[in-house]
Every structure is written in C-alpha cells, then in structure tokens.
C-alpha cells in the first residue's frame, strides 16, 4: 500500500538519508510515520517537517521498522490514510499544538 502513494508524495523505506535530506530540503513539508502495510488498526501520525521529536544528531534508523510519506501539501497525506486506514491520522501533540 505504501507502494501506491499519490503524485507529490515521497515514501522512504528503510532510507534514513534520503528522509533526512527530504526534511531538510524541506522545512514547511510534513510527514507521515506508518506501518508499511497500513491497516485499519494502523497507528498513522501526522508531523511537520520541523518535528522535535525527530533526533536531528543521531539519524538512526528511523526509516527501518516504520516508513515515512512526506509532501510539502498536508491534503494528500491526510487522504492516503484515510483511504489506507479509514481514519485522518493522529497529529503529533508537539507539532500540533
């Protein structure tokens, strides 16, 4: 399911450095951290590219266990969980708030 993200979203897959540099390219966007085969059960959250959360020094395997889908847009994100989950994913409390 990850394999069929829209046109202007960029899945990274076991691809720490290229989610990195996505993030840093760009400051504005968003992303989406999910299971690689979404489910309705499927924990989905909804970041910003800036996300504290997101261990800038370390890098490490972020995109190992769970893959990221990012976008400069929040709509095209929001409508991929919705058609993979059946819900618009969490909000992260820290980017959100």
């Not at 266990?65 to 919705?82: D, H, N, T, Y």
């Amino acid at each position: 399911m990850v394999a069929t993200a829209p046109q202007g979203v960029t899945v990274f897959d076991r691809d720490d450095a290229g989610f990195f540099d996505w993030l840093d390219q760009n400051p504005d966007g968003y992303f989406l951290n999910t299971a690689r085969n979404p489910t309705p059960q499927t924990h989905v959250m909804l970041h910003l590219s800036s996300c504290p959360h997101i261990g800038r020094e370390d890098r490490a395997e972020y995109t190992r266990k769970r893959v990221k889908l990012c976008s400069g847009q929040r709509v095209p994100l929001e409508q991929w969980a919705v058609r993979y989950t059946g819900d618009k994913p969490a909000l992260c409390r820290s980017c959100f708030s």
